[in-house]
């Protein structure tokens, strides 16, 4: 499901920056390379965060890698 059109940001990416620790929707979508635009998928955005931590089982904070190589580092 597509959360941010602005950004062509995807519910599935959101859930995987939330898996390793980011807790802020625009903190997500800085990892992803991204800045919010018109802010109106912000709060849907968190909810999909938040919904995803709760069943998150990998420990928060492990390294992400974007598909262009460089590797990101997710903070709590």
Wanted: hydrophobic share 35%.
């Amino acid at each position: 499901m597509l959360i941010c059109i602005c950004n062509v940001i995807k519910e599935e990416e959101l859930r995987e920056v939330a898996r390793h620790g980011v807790t802020d929707a625009e903190e997500a979508y800085a990892v992803l390379g991204k800045t919010p635009q018109c802010r109106v998928c912000l709060d849907h955005a968190d909810d999909v965060m938040a919904c995803e931590r709760q069943r998150c089982t990998r420990p928060c904070g492990a390294r992400l890698s974007d598909p262009g190589g460089a590797t990101l580092f997710a903070t709590a």
